[in-house]
């Protein structure tokens, strides 16, 4: 059973041109959403993380959109980069700790 | 600061022999840790996790066992590998809070031949 929905698969994206990952979620349990970017052969590595209080939050070129109702949540990379190119994993939180992953987004941004 | 190692970063195997993969953290005391199994090109499968000394839940039914022999100290088992074994093992470690968030190791790329 998947419990977060990611997508798309992949994307390629020009330098400098937006790049936009979605995630759908259907366990209201879920309190934490955390993004991660994940380059080959290395661990995960938390980018950015929102509360579902929380609709929008912006880190430098990263934006999470958040939509409750809809249970929703988008990753925004703008101005994305080639140093961007990359897995990025969605993710919901259990309240415990237990996180709940999306199966990931590989990222190219060509030069 | 909090670090998480993990060693072997490379392991190959011949199936049928036995596996051992640690993880340990610094800098924090009482974490929540935990395993996950990565293969190629795929997402991230969680397979244990322990909240304290000897507490150790299994989420995915399998060969593999765990063992949390000091408090920031995650082993990973196996007493037969399969093929099916291969992959990229994640150990992760979180604060005993609801606050925190999971923070990943570097890795460990295991081969079963």
């Known amino acids: 059973q998947q419990q977060v929905k990611q997508s798309p698969q992949s994307l390629i994206v020009q330098k400098g041109g937006i790049s936009i990952i979605n995630c759908a979620y259907e366990?209201?349990?879920?309190?934490?959403f955390p993004w991660y970017q994940q380059f080959p052969g290395k661990g995960p590595a938390l980018l950015i993380a929102?509360?579902?209080?929380?609709s929008e939050k912006k880190e430098g070129r990263f934006t999470i959109s958040f939509n409750k109702s809809a249970k929703q949540f988008s990753l925004h990379i703008m101005d994305s980069q080639p140093g961007d190119s990359a897995t990025y994993f969605c993710?919901?939180?259990?309240?415990?700790?237990?996180?709940?992953f999306g199966a990931g987004t590989q990222v190219v941004v060509t030069p | 600061s909090q670090t998480i190692h993990q060693w072997p970063a490379t392991l190959v195997q011949p199936v049928g022999s036995p596996l051992s993969l640690e993880c340990t953290v610094e800098g924090t005391s009482n974490p929540n840790l935990y395993w996950y199994r990565q293969a190629a090109g795929r997402g991230l499968q969680l397979l244990f996790y322990s909240v304290g000394i000897g507490q150790i839940s299994s989420e995915v039914p399998q060969n593999l066992s765990a063992s949390r022999p000091q408090d920031r100290q995650f082993i990973l088992s196996s007493k037969k590998l399969l093929l099916s074994d291969s992959g990229f093992y994640l150990c992760?470690?979180?604060?005993?809070?609801?606050?925190?968030?999971?923070?990943f190791g570097p890795g460990t790329r295991l081969l079963v031949l």
């Open positions: 992760a470690w979180s604060g005993g809070f609801v606050q925190e968030t999971q923070y």
């Open positions: 366990n209201t349990a879920f309190d934490y």
């Open positions: 929102i509360r579902p209080d929380v």
């Open positions: 993710a919901a939180r259990f309240s415990w700790g237990k996180l709940q």
